[in-house]
């Protein structure tokens, strides 16, 4: 029944729904876990990176201004961090547009433009799609939520330990914890993850975003004791 519906984004079947739009939000689902989590100052992002091997070549993800591999978390503008799931290249798009729309805003008024107005932008565009149909073109605010492969996990993790009082040092370790049950390895590393901070400037009361380059979420995750053991160290351990 679901193959006479599901040609278009356009087309609703006889119950009312959209094939082609449930088809995406189960690669959303499929895909490395997205996870956000606002504290009383600032916003924790953090994100597993599936597009992992010896041969990739890491050296601008290393070396670069704002850090990360440019797979799963992006920088905006100076007040937004994004992190995204599912296709990488349809990601980079909406990347690109939302960049777009942020510095003609900026240009326009002199200011940085809101994050709801950004995010309104960015699912105007998508619903577009569909009514010419995505009725998943809306959003919402979260203190806490997570996106990606074993989701509900995190979600019921999320739902058990956040705080409305939590601080951006609390939120990275409630971060890194529920990442380390969620992610379909045993160990964890700079290869495996990404991470990002938005906090306020204290002396100009600006936004200061951070994304993580990977000695910074190697030396994170070894604070908090999960980060990857010396070989030799395990083989005398053994």
């Given at each position: 029944m679901a193959r006479r519906y599901d040609s278009r984004t356009t087309i609703f079947s006889p119950e009312g729904r959209l094939y082609q739009i449930e088809y995406a939000m189960e690669a959303i689902s499929h895909a490395g876990t997205v996870l956000g989590i606002l504290a009383k100052d600032g916003v924790v992002l953090a994100a597993e990176k599936k597009v992992t091997g010896k041969l990739l070549?890491?050296?601008?993800?290393k070396e670069g201004g704002y850090g990360g591999s440019g797979e799963k978390?992006?920088?905006l503008n100076s007040n937004v961090i994004a992190g995204v799931a599912g296709i990488t290249a349809d990601a980079n798009s909406l990347i690109n547009y939302a960049r777009t729309a942020a510095q003609r805003h900026l240009f326009?008024?002199?200011e940085d433009i809101?994050?709801?107005q950004l995010a309104q932008r960015l699912c105007d565009l998508k619903q577009g799609y569909t009514q010419f149909g995505d009725p998943s073109g809306?959003?919402?605010?979260w203190k806490a939520t997570c996106i990606g492969a074993n989701n509900g996990t995190a979600q019921s993790l999320l739902k058990?330990?956040?705080k409305d009082d939590i601080t951006v040092e609390d939120a990275i370790g409630l971060a890194i914890r529920v990442m380390s049950k969620t992610m379909d390895s045993t160990t964890l590393g700079s290869e495996k993850l990404e991470f990002a901070v938005l906090t306020?400037?204290?002396?100009?009361?600006q936004p200061r975003p951070k994304i993580f380059k990977p000695a910074e979420i190697d030396a994170l995750l070894a604070k908090h004791g999960l980060g990857k053991k010396d070989e030799d160290t395990e083989m005398r351990t053994a």
């Open positions: 070549d890491l050296s601008g993800a978390i992006f920088l326009s008024y002199n809101p994050v709801e809306n959003y919402s605010g058990q330990e956040y306020l400037d204290k002396k100009n009361e």
